[in-house]
């Protein structure tokens, strides 16, 4: 569809519809075309998002080290005695 983009000021609603609807929206300048309206797509589909999160939380995973548990993560401020060192 192509439409002048002075009558487009009064659809602009309607043509921002159609246009996410899948048809091609054309606006004209002195009988030129100038603008195309498209619908502004996502990068990645969910289900490629998802797999991307899996494929980072398990990359991530792999370069953790696994360290002390919290209960004992300051033992190392302690000697024998209980006492700080």
């Given at each position: 569809m192509r439409i002048s983009v002075t009558e487009?000021?009064?659809q602009l609603t309607d043509l921002m519809r159609r246009a996410e609807a899948g048809d091609e929206i054309i606006l004209t300048r002195?009988?030129?075309?100038?603008?195309?309206?498209?619908?502004?797509?996502?990068?990645?589909?969910?289900?490629?998002?998802r797999t991307l999160i899996d494929t980072v939380r398990a990359s991530a995973a792999l370069k953790t080290k696994a360290g002390p548990d919290a209960a004992r993560s300051q033992d190392f401020l302690y000697g024998e005695d209980g006492v700080p060192g």
């Open positions: 487009a000021k009064g002195h009988g030129g075309a100038a603008v195309r309206l498209v619908p502004v797509r996502s990068m990645t589909a969910m289900k490629s998002r």
